[in-house]
T-cell receptor
Framework: ETGVTQSPTHLIKTRGQQVTLRCSSQSGHNTVSWYQQALGQGPQFIFQYYREEENGRGNFPPRFSGLQFPNYSSELNVNALELDDSALYLC????????????FGEGSWLTVV | AQSVTQLGSHVSVSEGALVLLRCNYSSSVPPYLFWYVQYPNQGLQLLLKYTSAATLVKGINGFEAEFKKSETSFHLTKPSAHMSDAAEYFCAVSRSGAGSYQLTFGKGTKLSVIP
């Protein structure tokens, strides 16, 4: 149990639609990051938020966007869904002084049809 | 730029045998290194991490890993495999220093344990 919770756990969307995934960080953690894990692959870094500002981004197009709220919960938004967006989306939280220990949630499985 | 290579996408061992999962990294700066485990349909669980203290790192469930700078390796071992160790294992690297939370993962090694 990492204290990081994500919702929904599973969802199916149609190509072209938009999706919002939610994450509640472990209590007191001020940094949240999102990862995409395609089937059979390792997770890939999408972006990171610290104190409500994006402060790091991986190689993902602008249709992947996010928010971090004052209570450190977070959202990942994906517009104009493509079939290749089908993946497990993982949220991770951490505390700046924790020596880079990052705690992952169980993930949200997104299927685009 | 950082990268991780995990040798062997699938490793099979007998119950009670030594587990050795290989990880080599590339980093232009002193790295932090991690091993995570993922059970089917679950998220990632941290096994252990190296953050420039002791080079031999002990983790949960009897796993340990040794940081070898000369070989740019961080292999994961466990003396005796248990059926419950069957899972996928990911090695990851990040930059050292506070605020560096971008992990670069390897492609993973699926461990099967044969009774």
């Amino acid at each position: 149990e990492t204290g990081v919770t994500q919702s929904p756990t599973h969802l199916i969307k149609t190509r072209g639609q938009q999706v919002t995934l939610r994450c509640s960080s472990q209590s007191g953690h001020n940094t949240v990051s999102w990862y995409q894990q395609a089937l059979g692959q390792g997770p890939q870094f999408i972006f990171q938020y610290y104190r409500e500002e994006e402060n790091g981004r991986g190689n993902f197009p602008p249709r992947f966007s996010g928010l971090q709220f004052p209570n450190y919960s977070s959202e990942l938004n994906v517009n104009a869904l493509e079939l290749d967006d089908s993946a497990l989306y993982l949220c991770a939280s951490s505390l700046a002084s924790s020596g880079n220990t990052i705690y992952f949630g169980e993930g949200s499985w997104l299927t685009v049809v | 730029a950082q990268s991780v290579t995990q040798l062997g996408s699938h490793v099979s061992v007998s119950e009670g045998a030594l587990v050795l999962l290989r990880c080599n990294y590339s980093s232009s700066v002193p790295p932090y290194l991690f091993w995570y485990v993922q059970y089917p349909n679950q998220g990632l669980q941290l096994l252990l991490k190296y953050t420039s203290a002791a080079t031999l790192v002990k983790g949960i469930n009897g796993f340990e890993a040794e940081f070898k700078k000369s070989e740019t390796s961080f292999h994961l071992t466990k003396p005796s495999a248990h059926m419950s160790d069957a899972a996928e294992y990911f090695c990851a690297v990040s930059r050292s220093g506070a605020g560096s939370y971008q992990l670069t993962f390897g492609k993973g090694t699926k461990l099967s344990v044969i009774p």
